[in-house]
């Protein structure tokens, strides 16, 4: 089975510009987390979904951010207007409900975004 | 607030030594603890997961939960340069949903 998939892999963009990241979960996973991981900060939980429903969006740093999860294969985080500030890597991880054996987060790639 | 502490290192270890990674963690009702890799410029990667008290082995690698120190470990026996990443610990806090709080990550470093 295919991972995470995430797009585009990287993104370099001016600031004041729309950005869309892009993540397909594993098949079958009910849970779908945004990241944002930067050196000063580490990994950041953005947002999560179960069952392509936000839980929690508390680690949403503010407005210009934003996430859907219009189905279970597929999730966008978007950014508008970005800033260099932004600039980091977004990973996508996915679960499954169930023991601590199904508990696992699996990571996409990663979005290296740069925002100039 | 939940958090997960590691010590952020370096952690320089030789070749075949035991290299020791350590966590702590504030949410005494956390029940389900994990180890991630993760080399530079990739995505994290699970090693291993540990729910009970003791200690847990897989290969090279050994997990230690003690619930009532609130204190996790990764042990790495016979270290290897391809073992030089940052290791993140995570924990599933109670609460009844699946998110992880992470750890801000311990660079290990294995010289030959």
């Known amino acids: 089975d295919a991972g995470v998939i995430q797009s585009p892999r990287h993104e370099v963009t001016e600031m004041g510009q729309e950005v869309t990241l892009r993540c397909k979960p594993i098949?079958?996973?009910?849970?779908l987390f945004w990241y944002r991981q930067t050196m000063m900060r580490g990994l950041e939980l953005l947002i999560y979904?179960?069952?392509?429903?936000?839980?929690?969006d508390s680690g949403m740093p503010e407005d210009r951010f934003s996430a859907k999860m219009p189905n279970a294969s597929f999730s966008t985080l978007k950014i508008q207007p970005s800033e260099p500030r932004d600039s980091a890597v977004y990973f996508c991880?996915?679960?499954?409900?169930?023991?601590?054996?199904?508990?696992?987060?699996?990571f996409g790639p990663g979005t290296r975004l740069t925002v100039l | 607030q939940k958090e997960v502490e590691q010590n952020s290192g370096p952690l320089s270890v030789p070749e075949g030594a035991i290299a020791s990674l350590n966590c702590t963690y504030s949410?005494?009702?956390?029940?389900?603890f994990f180890w991630y890799r993760q080399y530079s410029g990739k995505s994290p990667e699970l090693i291993m997961f540990?729910?009970?008290?003791g200690d847990k082995e897989d290969g090279r690698f050994t997990a230690q939960l003690n619930k009532a120190s609130q204190y996790v470990s990764l042990l790495i026996r016979d270290s290897q340069p391809s073992d030089s990443a940052t290791y993140l610990c995570?924990?599933?806090?109670?609460?009844?949903?699946?998110?992880?709080?992470f750890g801000a990550g311990t660079r290990l470093a294995v010289h030959p």
């Open positions: 540990i729910y009970s008290n």
């Open positions: 949410d005494r009702g956390s029940q389900s």
């Open positions: 979904f179960n069952n392509n429903v936000p839980i929690d």
């Open positions: 991880a996915s679960s499954q409900t169930g023991t601590v054996y199904t508990d696992t987060q699996y």
């Open positions: 995570a924990a599933k806090p109670s609460g009844g949903y699946n998110k992880l709080i």
């Open positions: 098949s079958g996973h009910d849970y």
